[in-house]
Nanobody
Framework: QVQLVESGGGSVQAGGSLSLSCTAS???????????MGWFRRPPGKKHEGVAK????????FYVGSVAGRFTIAQGNAKNTIYLQMNNLTHLDNAKYYC??????????????????WGQGTQVTVSL
């Protein structure tokens, strides 16, 4: 098994910034099979939606249109840690953010049915 632990999040006024981090842990052979790590979010009353992801070799990134240009996903020196820098936040970014990871080959998109591991989630609240 692979465990994903998020940190960061919190409350901020619209226009502000927050950052999230996620660290994957587990057996080395399980970790080595991960091909991507990323973020989903679940706004109040809605289903999970993709946010961003990065390949574990750091070569590829994908952002959904609503966050492109405002959010940046990055990989730490330890490849099992990723970060999400969120700038110019709006009330539409209000959600619980979940770290996710998958073993499939890279693809352009974010689908919940291609997630192999989920974190517990961390709340991001943006006030007007």
């Amino acid at each position: 098994q692979v465990q994903l632990v998020e940190s960061g999040g919190g409350s901020v006024q619209a226009g502000g910034s927050l950052s999230l981090s996620c660290t994957a842990s587990g057996e080395p052979d399980r970790l080595s099979r991960l091909n991507w790590m990323g973020w989903f979010r679940r706004p109040p009353g809605k289903k999970h939606e993709g946010v961003a992801k990065i390949s574990t070799d750091g070569e590829n990134r994908f952002y959904v249109g609503s966050v492109a240009g405002r959010f940046t996903i990055a990989q730490g020196n330890a490849k099992n840690t990723i970060y999400l820098q969120m700038n110019n936040l709006t009330h539409l970014d209000n959600a619980k953010y979940y770290c996710a990871a998958g073993v499939q080959d890279w693809y352009e998109g974010l689908r919940t049915d291609r997630v192999n591991f989920w974190g517990q989630g961390t709340q991001v609240t943006v006030s007007l």
